[in-house]
């Protein structure tokens, strides 16, 4: 698999719903089509929160990591 070229990193430790979500939507749309936002987060909720939100908005999930209750996601705007 190809490296993830991250092209801005968005850091949501320690923060709850709703928060992390809306830093994310507001992080997506100061960036190009075809970047990349990887999202750090600590709120056990953005494991479901982050790829339903990917699915409405139209972004691609390329990945995510689960590492001593640390979440990383790559998601790539798309729109």
Known sequence: MDEIQVTST???SGKCCPMP???TNK???SLAVGDV?????TDVGTRKDIPSW???TG???LSSTDQDKV???YVRKDR
Do not use: G, N, P
Not at 37 to 41: M, R, S, T, Y
């Open 10 to 12: 968005l850091d949501t």
């Open 21 to 23: 979500m809306v830093e």
């Open 27 to 29: 992080a997506i749309k």
């Open 37 to 41: 936002l990887e999202i750090i987060a």
């Open 54 to 56: 990917c699915e409405r």
């Open 59 to 61: 972004q691609t999930l």
């Open 71 to 73: 979440f990383r996601y």
